[in-house]
């Protein structure tokens, strides 16, 4: 083994990271019991998908 110490990746830099989030949690929303629990998944959604979009557009470039 090598004394080389290797880079962690943490979630957040996968690519499709927040995108994939995104669709869980609209997903999950879709079974939610209450329109409370509804809105919090579908509001931590679009932060999702917000937070994603820079990354998108960087790829496509």
Do not use: F
């Amino acid at each position: 083994m090598s004394d080389e110490k290797i880079p962690r990746v943490l979630p957040r830099d996968v690519p499709d990271y927040h995108s994939r989030q995104a669709a869980h949690l609209r997903a999950l929303a879709e079974n939610a019991t209450t329109a409370r629990l509804k809105t919090r998944l579908l509001k931590e959604a679009e932060r999702h998908e917000a937070a994603g979009e820079p990354e998108e557009a960087l790829a496509s470039s």
